[in-house]
């Protein structure tokens, strides 16, 4: 074995001697939180239900499942931190408490006078917070806000913002296939709000598809895409070490690359119709071509994330290399 795989062993071995378990907090802790989902729980039983319930109903929000499991994990990804100052833990009497009870109190104000739907998970999810404050104070908070914030990306959107989003995407994604489409030869493409209608001859079976129409569904428009992209985005970016501004640049990149691949799934259904096997548009091979724009936005996704690497050389680590460039030559000189 040599030196520098036996000072690999020998790091590694004292990582997992540092590894900590969660058992290390101790029972109290863990009769707190259990006290405390069943308060919160039942407090909020009918909003959970109703998430869960679109979560199983709705296939634009059945990424839904997903992010307690992430927000768990990114808990765990601060274990060590925790377990370490979990004596240094105050609760937060001047500000948790009073958040706790401001947010347990408009919970029912907004049922009974303000009736702003989308505002019940979100005051749950605040109520989830403050409740952190409280019982750890700031400290405890700087290492969970992250997985508590994260669970917002797991409430559906109101209908109503919903289509206000999805239709402007729906109508964008029409008008570039029908751009495209109009590029094939003996093929002619028009639009009429979200409805791509075809004219000419397929490209294979030579089959008229006159009266042919391509209907951009709410399905098509790629909300479901872009919720699911920018949530594993986020997750992606957190748990990716870099510097702050090229996770904000991965960041604010989820939105435009997903829009583009659901550009690209509305055109390739398209093409599916002009080249003249529109079965192929339908079920479940419509479902298939979806997971595979996501396979595509990763793959945008990591390629952006390598070129960021390769074209940005940490500075610090440069001025390493330096040196220990310059130390090798001055031995090197002494020794000539």
């Given amino acids: 074995?040599?030196?520098?795989?036996?000072?690999?062993?020998?790091?590694?071995?004292?990582?997992?001697?540092?590894?900590?378990?969660?058992?290390?907090?101790?029972?109290?802790?863990?009769?707190?939180?259990?006290?405390l989902s069943i308060l919160i729980w039942w407090i909020f039983r009918?909003?959970?239900?109703?998430?869960?319930?679109?979560?199983?109903?709705?296939?634009?929000?059945?990424?839904?499942?997903?992010?307690?499991?992430?927000?768990?994990?990114?808990?765990?990804?601060?274990?060590?931190e925790i377990i370490e100052?979990?004596?240094?833990?105050?609760?937060?009497?001047?500000?948790g408490l009073p958040m706790l009870l401001f947010f347990l109190a408009l919970y029912p104000v907004n049922i009974a006078m303000l009736k702003f739907m989308y505002g019940k998970p979100l005051i749950m999810i605040a109520t989830i917070g403050a409740s952190v404050l409280f019982i750890g104070g700031w400290k405890l908070l700087k290492y969970t806000w992250l997985p508590v914030a994260y669970l917002f990306f797991a409430v559906p959107l109101p209908a109503r913002l919903h289509f206000q989003l999805t239709n402007p995407m729906r109508a964008w994604a029409a008008q570039i296939a029908t751009i495209i489409l109009n590029?094939?030869?003996?093929v002619q493409a028009t639009i009429s709000g979200v409805t791509i209608k075809l004219d000419g001859i397929a490209l294979i079976t030579h089959e008229s598809l006159e009266g042919t129409t391509l209907d951009v569904a709410e399905a098509c428009s790629g909300m479901r895409l872009l919720m699911t992209f920018v949530a594993l985005?986020?997750?992606?970016?957190?748990?990716?070490?870099?510097?702050?501004?090229?996770?904000l640049i991965l960041l604010c990149s989820t939105i435009?690359?997903?829009?583009?691949?659901?550009?690209?799934?509305?055109?390739?259904?398209?093409?599916?119709?002009?080249?003249?096997?529109?079965?192929?548009?339908?079920?479940?091979y419509h479902s298939l071509l979806g997971l595979l724009m996501l396979s595509l936005a990763f793959a945008l996704y990591g390629g952006l994330a390598w070129?960021?690497?390769?074209?940005?050389?940490?500075?610090?680590?440069?001025?390493q290399e330096d040196v220990i460039i310059r130390k090798s030559s001055s031995r090197q000189s002494r020794e000539s």
């Avoid at 009918?46 to 499942?65: K, T």
């Avoid at 100052?85 to 500000?95: A, C, E, I, M, N």
């Avoid at 985005?233 to 090229?246: D, E, F, K, S, T």
């Fill in 1 to 35: 074995m040599n030196q520098n795989q036996s000072q690999g062993t020998v790091q590694s071995s004292a990582e997992s001697a540092n590894e900590k378990s969660w058992f290390d907090l101790g029972i109290h802790p863990f009769i707190k939180i259990a006290i």
């Fill in 46 to 80: 009918e909003e959970i239900n109703s998430i869960v319930h679109q979560w199983l109903s709705n296939p634009s929000w059945s990424h839904g499942f997903l992010i307690p499991l992430f927000s768990l994990y990114f808990l765990n990804q601060s274990k060590n």
């Fill in 85 to 95: 100052q979990k004596d240094t833990f105050r609760p937060s009497w001047l500000v």
């Fill in 183 to 186: 590029w094939v030869p003996n």
């Fill in 233 to 247: 985005g986020v997750a992606m970016a957190y748990l990716h070490w870099r510097p702050i501004w090229q996770r």
């Fill in 256 to 284: 435009p690359i997903a829009i583009f691949c659901n550009f690209i799934r509305v055109t390739i259904t398209g093409f599916i119709y002009v080249l003249g096997f529109p079965k192929y548009a339908k079920e479940p």
């Fill in 307 to 319: 070129l960021m690497n390769n074209l940005f050389v940490d500075e610090e680590n440069t001025q």
